[in-house]
């Protein structure tokens, strides 16, 4: 059963005059593995975690360094949960979590459904 779904978008070259001005964002944002990424790599992880806030009920106190990207052994994209976003999801009964992302034109967009047993 589907528990929520969540997308968003971001402007790539919008994202990269914020972390341009604001360079400690992108430890506040990404994981170390995440963190050298190129730019629309990182808009299209920022808007996963965006997404993913959004299909878990965008509670208050949810970290983002407890969720990262990463892809499995196909090359798929999947997220990582731990910390805060975990135990969201275990409270909603999420035990799955289907990502797809992609950043084309200078757009990045990501969608996230969370999927009990």
């Known amino acids: 059963m589907i528990i929520g779904v969540g997308i ?5 070259a ?12 992108v430890d506040r944002l990404f994981t170390e593995s995440e963190r ?13 975690k ?23 052994h196909t090359g798929r994209p999947e997220l990582q949960v ?6 969201r999801a275990s409270e909603l009964g999420a035990v799955h979590l289907h990502l797809s992302i992609s950043h084309d034109a200078g757009i990045a967009s990501a969608v996230v459904v969370a999927e009990s047993a």
Request: charged share 20%.
């Open 8 to 12: 968003d978008v971001v402007d790539v």
């Open 14 to 25: 919008r994202f990269g005059e914020t972390i341009g001005r604001t360079p400690k964002l």
């Open 50 to 72: 965006e997404a993913l806030a959004k299909a878990l009920g965008a509670p208050a106190g949810l970290h983002w360094l407890d969720a990262t990207v990463v892809a499995d």
């Open 82 to 87: 731990s910390g805060t976003v975990a135990a």
């Open 36 to 48: 050298s990424l190129p730019l629309a790599s990182l808009a299209a992880r920022f808007a996963a």
